[in-house]
């Protein structure tokens, strides 16, 4: 396996060197979609990680009238959330009505069992295989494509077999968009233009380092000569050159010789900011041959003049009035939205966690950012709500997730960052974004009639995250992997320094363990049947027994079998064992990718401080329905079958879920063992 580092690993799981080769193939229906008219309708509110601990605290509070009205209308329960809770695992129940082992998305980050290389699980890019050489240049002559790896049809889908319109809006695990004449915009798993999730550029005169674990940017170290700073910015890599050379547009920044004011010129464009103001988007062109160019927009933020010069760009969102990959269907969705708004974040996840990680960006800036998305999410919605008068509307908010990943630190005094200080000051971030969702409800409450169904949903609550789990060093230390020099333990991601021939298990991504079988992985030791049945609970058994030396608590609370808790035909591609940890653990930053740290357990001292990848039960989802929810305990895959339900369409059979609106005495065939 050839040596590769994290960041090389990130740039080509997105594939960004195929983005000007898709050519005319990106091109999705522009038919726009189903028109009958239909009595029944369907409004959901995809509220990403609302918490129904909090939630139900301000309610209590008379915080949240809408949510309290909503209640008393209808319904509210908690929302068992996927296996595991991750976002992408959790919307792929919600798209499908399936868990993983029919829609194959078992984590961020799936691995290839012949090389042991990570990949990422919700979409694949290949790239043409048609090309023509001429000198240093490679013409493709057809297009190449981005596939959506997600198995199993959407609920949109189906509903356009009946001709039931449909809008969804930033659907999570949704790139590149399922192909549908309904009108989607693609969100979370949606990269930036260099095939990133995450992509900053930050310019500064001051020493600085990018933390490797976390990622998400690059440092530029500039100089200030004449009052002037000359930088690059860089681009996707241009595939239609032989040596595959990364692109950049060359910009100038002019420094006011006594106001902490800058002129940035860039491709022509020329503004003045403020130190502490943000640019409004900007949109530049990377220029590969001379007839194409690849088309983005970003926003620049004068941090600091001095004595310090600091300059932030945030990650290049892919331009949606021409998008050179596939955002929306049809196509003109996008650019009808930006013809409207104006230029708007198309980046799956917008707000900038990893700058504020990396202390590129403080609180109060990365919130400035964060309510930019904010308004523009809300603008839109308006804009949604007024024109749905048939069909469905699903609307995602990202900003409830974002910042709780970011602020649990303000509310919790066990984390290792709480600063009372700070507190004081940040303490009410995640209840205001709450209140925000209350007055968002409230709109929607009052807009919509007697004949819609009102749902309101999250894919999984919150927990705090304060200590880190190291599950490929937890398995070192017991004797079930082993390593070639253990010098060199830590050192390296991928396993590199994998003995494969002394390693029975090793784990990737968020939550997931993987026996090395033999005849299944390349190099595998551990014989399929009784021997590997055995490992697995042998393993399992240990990993909810072991105990935090620190805390004396268990970090891992479940730790589930595949076969006990998924069902369907993409079996073969899960992961033997799905680590499910208890309140206040989760998987460390640097395990993911197959590093093994020297300690099985460490403080988290990062900003992202709340989270969700734990066990199940622990940090479970909201819904709130206009009506009576029958279920006794629903999931997310129940929610899919209700849509159907709604609207009079037969459930599909490789459907898990049942309707919420039934009782638990119709509810049958429910398998209480499949909670996937």
């Not at 193939?25 to 038919?31: A, I, P, R, V």
């Amino acid at each position: 396996m050839k040596g590769i580092n994290r960041r090389d690993f990130i740039k080509l799981g997105l594939a960004s060197g195929t983005l000007m080769a898709l050519g005319g193939s990106s091109e999705l229906l522009t038919k726009t979609y189903g028109k009958r008219e239909t009595q029944k309708k369907v409004l959901i509110l995809g509220l990403d990680g609302m918490d129904p601990h909090l939630l139900e605290v301000w309610m209590k509070q008379g915080k949240l009238p809408a949510f309290q009205r909503l209640w008393r209308q209808g319904d509210f329960r908690r929302l068992r959330t996927s296996i595991p809770p991750q976002s992408p695992v959790a919307w792929s129940n919600f798209i499908t009505g399936m868990n993983p082992g029919g829609h194959a998305i078992f984590d961020f980050v799936h691995r290839d069992p012949e090389t042991y290389f990570p990949e990422f699980s919700g979409a694949e890019t290949l790239e043409t295989q048609k090309t023509i050489r001429i000198g240093n240049l490679v013409l493709p002559l057809s297009g190449g494509e981005v596939r959506l790896t997600r198995k199993g049809r959407a609920f949109w889908q189906i509903l356009e077999d009946y001709d039931i319109p449909a809008t969804v809006f930033k659907m999570p695990g949704n790139y590149p968009p399922a192909p549908t004449k309904q009108r989607t915009l693609s969100g979370m798993g949606t990269p930036d233009l260099v095939g990133t999730l995450n992509h900053f550029n930050y310019y500064t005169t001051e020493f600085a380092e990018i933390n490797e674990d976390i990622g998400g940017g690059a440092i530029h170290e500039v100089y200030v000569a004449e009052n002037k700073v000359e930088a690059s910015l860089p681009g996707p890599v241009n595939s239609f050159k032989k040596d595959r050379p990364e692109s950049s547009i060359d910009f100038t920044v002019f420094i006011d010789p006594v106001n902490p004011v800058a002129k940035i010129s860039i491709q022509g464009k020329e503004f003045i900011l403020k130190e502490g103001e943000w640019s409004p988007w900007i949109r530049v062109q990377f220029r590969m041959i001379p007839t194409q160019s690849a088309n983005g927009i970003c926003m620049f933020y004068l941090k600091q003049v001095r004595p310090e010069f600091k300059l932030y760009v945030s990650p290049i969102n892919i331009d949606p009035a021409a998008a050179d990959l596939p955002i929306s269907t049809p196509k003109s969705y996008s650019e009808e939205l930006e013809k409207r708004f104006g230029p708007f974040f198309t980046k799956g996840l917008p707000a900038d966690t990893k700058a504020l990680d990396n202390n590129v960006l403080d609180d109060g800036e990365f919130l400035q950012q964060d309510d930019f998305i904010l308004q523009e999410r809300l603008e839109m919605f308006e804009y949604e709500l007024q024109r749905f008068d048939s069909g469905l509307l699903f609307y995602y908010v990202s900003s409830t997730d974002q910042r709780q990943h970011m602020f649990w630190r303000h509310i919790d005094k066990a984390n290792p960052l709480y600063d009372p200080k700070q507190a004081e000051k940040y303490g009410r971030t995640i209840e205001n974004i709450y209140v925000e969702m209350d007055r968002m409800l409230a709109k929607a409450m009052d807009k919509i009639d007697k004949d819609t169904v009102l749902i309101v949903m999250s894919d999984h609550g919150f927990s705090p995250f304060r200590r880190s789990f190291n599950p490929n060093t937890w398995l070192k230390e017991n004797g079930y992997h082993g390593l070639i020099n253990e010098w060199r333990q830590g050192r390296e991601d991928l396993f590199m320094n994998t003995d494969w021939s002394k390693t029975k298990a090793y784990a990737y991504g968020l939550n997931g363990l993987y026996i090395n079988q033999k005849g299944r992985e390349s190099e595998g030791i551990v014989n399929p049947g009784a021997e590997k049945e055995a490992l697995v609970r042998e393993i399992a058994h240990k990993l909810e027994n072991f105990r935090d030396p620190q805390t004396g608590e268990r970090p891992v609370l479940r730790a589930f079998v595949a076969t006990d808790v998924y069902q369907g035909s993409n079996m073969d591609k899960a992961p033997d064992i799905i680590i499910g940890y208890n309140q206040g653990y989760r998987v460390s930053w640097s395990a993911p990718l197959g590093r093994i740290p020297k300690e099985i357990l460490e403080d988290n001292t990062e900003k992202w401080s709340g989270d969700h990848c734990m066990a199940p039960e622990i940090i479970p989802g909201i819904l709130l329905v206009n009506q009576e929810i029958k279920a006794e305990s629903p999931a997310l895959y129940d929610l899919t079958p209700t849509i159907l339900q709604v609207f009079g369409i037969e459930i599909p059979k490789e459907m898990i879920g049942k309707p919420v609106f039934l009782s638990s005495g119709e509810r049958n065939g429910k398998n209480q063992n499949k909670t996937g």
